[in-house]
């Protein structure tokens, strides 16, 4: 595991992006958690407050040799929207914006690069509002949000805006899937 690299992201609900990287090539572990924000160790109930300036991420340990952090970033910005700032559809707050956390200074450069490229393209009609720093603070959520998908499929919550990110992301990266 020495060549596998770490990349933490914020894209709304951690649920929901979890959902989608379990299924992606390459991915080796997927781990729900508060990260970029002040508090120390926060939990749930706290983060939901918006005032330990934590974001709900998702932190990903990947395989270079399998999938590209480029790879990685563009099934990101497939499923959230990264014009709204501090929101993702219903889900309110500092604790939902968009933001890729880099590990590397590779990881940085390829972030600002994607976003560039996406800016300049018209892809949004919005300005792109993803926040790219350097990950800090992080802590992992409580054990019932890890692989909260998996395990709940047909919650409310889960059908309604888990499972369309997972289509989307299965229809548009189909090459991307896991076997």
Same mark, same amino acid.
């Given at each position: 595991?020495? @060549?596998?690299? #770490?990349?933490?992201?914020? +894209?709304?609900? /951690?649920?929901?992006? $979890?959902?989608?990287? !379990?299924?992606?090539?390459?991915?080796?572990?997927?781990?729900?958690?508060?990260?970029?924000?002040?508090?120390?160790?926060?939990?749930?109930?706290?983060?939901?407050?918006?005032?330990?300036?934590?974001?709900?991420?998702?932190?990903?340990?990947?395989?270079?040799?399998?999938?590209?952090?480029?790879?990685?970033?563009?099934?990101?910005?497939?499923?959230?929207?990264?014009?709204?700032?501090?929101?993702?559809?219903? @889900?309110?707050? #500092?604790?939902?914006?968009? +933001?890729?956390? /880099?590990?590397?200074? $590779?990881?940085?450069? !390829?972030?600002?690069?994607?976003?560039?490229?996406?800016?300049?393209?018209?892809?949004?009609?919005?300005?792109?509002?993803?926040?790219?720093?350097?990950?800090?603070?992080?802590?992992?959520?409580?054990?019932?949000?890890?692989?909260?998908?998996?395990?709940?499929?047909?919650?409310?919550?889960?059908?309604?805006?888990?499972?369309?990110?997972?289509?989307?992301?299965?229809?548009?990266?189909?090459?991307?899937?896991?076997?």
């Amino acid at each position: 595991m020495s @060549d596998m690299q #770490t990349i933490t992201l914020g +894209g709304g609900c /951690f649920w929901c992006t $979890e959902a989608v990287y !379990v299924q992606v090539r390459g991915v080796v572990d997927v781990e729900s958690g508060y990260g970029n924000g002040h508090a120390e160790r926060p939990s749930y109930e706290q983060v939901c407050t918006g005032t330990t300036g934590h974001n709900e991420v998702v932190k990903l340990t990947y395989d270079p040799a399998q999938i590209s952090t480029r790879e990685v970033l563009e099934i990101f910005f497939i499923i959230h929207d990264p014009t709204t700032l501090n929101r993702q559809g219903n @889900d309110v707050g #500092t604790q939902y914006r968009s +933001g890729i956390y /880099f590990s590397t200074p $590779e990881q940085e450069a !390829v972030a600002r690069e994607v976003i560039a490229e996406m800016a300049a393209s018209g892809v949004y009609s919005r300005p792109i509002v993803t926040e790219v720093a350097p990950v800090a603070n992080y802590w992992p959520a409580e054990a019932y949000h890890q692989d909260f998908f998996e395990r709940n499929p047909d919650q409310g919550y889960c059908m309604a805006v888990a499972a369309p990110k997972v289509a989307k992301f299965r229809k548009t990266f189909a090459r991307l899937q896991r076997g």
